[in-house]
Every structure is written in structure tokens, then in C-alpha cells.
């Protein structure tokens, strides 16, 4: 047996002051290592993996088309029937698309973006439409004219996919359902 004893350990503040240093130091490097790793993920666009690309479209595995130019996001294909101005609304208001909820009307700009001239693509004839639209092979027109705003929103047009219409917009009386689409898109933040 020992007679000398081991006094206790007595942490002095000056001691300690040390370490709560450390500690804090040690706080903001992970805090500054996450706001660089985690932010930039949780703000990207999780929109699906690309499987195919053509010029600055990409085409996505989760149904939806990236410009990569505009920065615009599109729903892959028109919401498949006859509708006035007032229903192509409520099916954007309404459209959900992996987890985006902020679809809109395109413009008239945007639509004529989608144009492809003497390179219709296959989409079959339906419902009295006669399909092979002109419109980037990517998309799925169901009928030549999806709907379209401008004006800030207060005046309906629509845009004409067919082959040997000139190309610009065609205005149409919002309860015209002939041969008029919803065709959803989004701004990408």
C-alpha cells in the first residue's frame, strides 16, 4: 500500500476557459461544414434523373422536361382532352408533378420555344385530332393547341402545333374547347 496519496484534480476557471473555446470552435466549423453540404441539396431541384438530352431540353425519368436555357420545367405531355380557358385552369391550378404545386400557364413565347418545323413527332391521332404535331419529339400533345396567357394573364390564346399553320398565336373566346390543351409549366428557382 501506497502512503502517498493522489490529491484530486481541481479544475482553476483559467483551466477551463480553454476548452469552451475549443468547444465553440469546434460548433461553428460543423455549422459552417453543414450550411455548405446540406443547404445547396435541400434547394435543389429533385426532379429525377435524366434520360435523355437534346439541345437544352432534358427529359427526366420522373415524366417532366427541363429547359435548361429558359430555366422553365414542363409537364411531358397535355392533360389528354377538350378544355375551355376556365377548365385548363383549374387542371394547373390543380396539377401536382413530383411534389411541385407551382405549374402555370405558359406564354406564347415559351410555346413557341417547343417548336420543331418539318420534325413532327409520332404522337397518334385522337379524338378527332390529327396528331404528328410539331412540337419537340420529348412531348406528348394529345391535340395541336394548348392553351396559353399573355397580357399578363387577361388574354387566352392558344398556339397551333400543326404542320403548315404559320407559326404565332391564335385567339380563341375562353369557352373554346376545340382542339385546346393544358400544357403546365414552371419557373425553376
Known sequence: MSLIQEAPILETKEQTQPHIFQDLTCLIMFCLIFSLIYIPLANAEPAGKV???????????????????????WAQADNGSKVSLEEARAYIDNFSANGYTDWRFPTIQELETLMVKDLPNNTPPSNGCSGNYEIHHFFQLTCCCPWALQDNGTRPATYPFIKGIATGSM???KSNKLGNRALPVRDIK
Open 51 to 73: 434520360i435523355a438530352r437534346d439541345g437544352s431540353f432534358q427529359k427526366l425519368s420522373s415524366n417532366l422536361i427541363v429547359d435548361t436555357k429558359l430555366g422553365l420545367m
Open 171 to 173: 385567339w380563341h373566346h
